[in-house]
């Protein structure tokens, strides 16, 4: 141990001088996840309330050099393989069986599938994965669900369920109004809904959704209902839902008001949610306090 923030709590976008790319240990992801960030200027298609990224400080580039992202990606992923990651700090408090390359993760300070240059990043990626022989290692989308139908945004998701790929999508609230509260973004809801029913019935989607204590209050068993109603029903459609992974805030945001649900308060969502959708698996990940791992 160094006395810095454990690994696996320490989720910051960064990496020495790196633009693009960064590694982290993730507790979804149980293992080394190297992120991709395809917007490093920080712009976002969504306010959400929990969001840690300080846009108050302006973002480090504009554009996107693909042959600079496989480049800082390509030494990423030499350090990680050959062990060397772990002996930089918080890394080298890496318990033995998360050092281990779970994914390659498109989740950076913004919406990924924003970028015009998503496919193409997408598809070297995959292509650098092939050439080193990690077909085991996972390619994520991480989403806000807001573009999955957009043609450009389809043709990197044919590539990306092509070579072993997952999609982590967004989904918060059960409500137009709770999800303007939160996420504070003018698209809306419906197209969110949508785009989330439709891609998860051509591929299988995995459900991303914090929950959280905003100005004092939780959601309410109502709003968690209407969230239920909503997967029903897209399970009703046909639609492929792998998995829910509910969470709650793990990180200091520039909110103050973001604050995690208590252990006890998500446990008891999501029993409500486990009643309503007995087929789909479910994982919870505490906030900071709770979280032991």
């Not at 960064?22 to 200027?41: A, F, I, Q």
């Not at 573009?147 to 590539?159: F, I, K, W």
Request: net charge negative.
């Amino acid at each position: 141990m160094t006395g810095l923030i454990p690994a696996h709590l320490d989720h910051r976008r960064s990496w020495e001088e790196f633009i693009y790319c960064y590694p982290v240990v993730s507790r979804r992801s149980k293992g080394v996840s190297l992120g991709v960030n395809l917007n490093p200027d920080k712009v976002c298609n969504f306010d959400c309330v929990y969001c840690e990224v300080d846009r108050t400080k302006p973002g480090r580039r504009r554009d996107i050099d693909l042959d600079l992202l496989e480049s800082e990606l390509s030494d990423l992923l030499d350090l990680t393989l050959d062990g060397s990651l772990f002996t930089f700090p918080p890394f080298d408090s890496t318990r033995l069986e998360q050092r281990r390359l779970n994914d390659i993760a498109f989740s950076g300070d913004g919406e990924p599938t924003t970028a015009k240059e998503f496919p193409e990043a997408v598809e070297r990626v995959a292509h650098l994965k092939w050439q080193r022989g990690l077909e085991d290692v996972k390619l994520v989308l991480i989403t806000d669900s807001s573009r999955l139908q957009a043609r450009e945004v389809v043709q990197g998701l044919d590539t990306l369920m092509a070579n072993n790929g997952e999609i982590w999508a967004k989904l918060d609230a059960g409500t137009e109004a709770y999800y303007k509260e939160i996420n504070r973004t003018s698209i809306p809801f419906d197209r969110i809904v949508e785009n989330i029913e439709i891609t998860a019935r051509l591929r299988p989607l995995t459900i991303q959704s914090l929950f959280l204590s905003w100005k004092g209050q939780g959601p309410s068993k109502a709003e968690v209902a209407a969230y239920c109603d909503i997967l029903r029903l897209i399970q009703g459609m046909g639609g492929q839902l792998q998995g829910l992974q509910l969470y709650t805030v793990a990180r200091p945001t520039p909110e103050p008001e973001a604050r995690p649900l208590r252990a006890a308060e998500l446990d008891a969502l999501a029993d409500q949610v486990r009643e309503s959708l007995p087929t789909v698996p479910i994982e919870v990940f505490y906030g900071p306090e709770e979280n032991s791992w």
